[in-house]
């Protein structure tokens, strides 16, 4: 049994390794960035739209 899990320890290494080799790190930063960019326009979004809902809570609050 021994002999079989280190072959499946030298198949899953070798695998990685390719994994590994494959990466381009220019494109990998590019994903990030496109990422970080995106998340950033949601967080915009939800801090207009909280905005919006204060003012119409202070507006409605004025009006009473």
């Not at 790190?25 to 919006?52: C, F, H, N, Y």
Request: charged share 30%; proline share 2%.
């Amino acid at each position: 049994m021994a002999i079989l899990d280190r072959l499946s320890l030298l198949l899953r290494a070798n695998v990685h390794a390719a994994v590994d080799r494959a990466e381009d790190p220019e494109k990998m930063l590019d994903q990030l960035i496109r990422e970080a960019e995106s998340g950033r326009q949601a967080g915009q979004q939800q801090l207009v739209e909280i905005v919006t809902q204060r003012n119409r809570i202070a507006a409605e609050a004025a009006h009473e």
